[in-house]
């Protein structure tokens, strides 16, 4: 079954906006959405807590992407603005069955065990 569909990429300029989405099967505790760069590392971008909203950022993002659900969907949603060319990536969106995910892959950088991966949608920012 599949569990996470990401939604929403495509071309944009350098300063442009997209917004992903990432429909949501089962029960979850947080979504986190990464991004990877064609021969570079996975990184973590963004996460949620599904139930209380508390959201996540790593720092190269914070004020220009927001993530946010609509728990009625079942869907999670990056918006992203003032895009960067050097953020053109496959972006994906991973689901964590507990509440400790998001400190932990956005807080402290590190790695979390995920429940379901998404297959990922591809954002690209020309210059």
């Known amino acids: 079954q599949v569990q ?20 949501i099967s089962g029960y979850t505790y947080q979504i986190a959405w990464f991004r990877q760069a064609s021969g570079k590392q996975r990184g973590a971008v963004s996460c949620i807590d599904f139930s209380d909203g508390r959201t996540f950022h790593t720092e190269s993002v914070k004020g220009r992407f927001a993530v946010s659900r609509d728990k009625a969907k079942n869907t999670v949603y990056l918006q992203m603005d003032n895009l960067k060319p050097d953020e053109t990536a496959v972006y994906y969106c991973a689901k964590y069955k507990s509440p400790f995910a998001c400190q932990v892959v956005i807080g402290a950088g590190g790695t979390y065990p995920f429940s379901s991966w998404g297959q990922g949608t591809q954002v690209t920012v020309s210059s």
């Open 4 to 23: 996470l569909v990401e939604s929403g990429g495509g071309s944009v300029e350098s300063g442009g906006s997209l917004r992903l989405s990432c429909a």
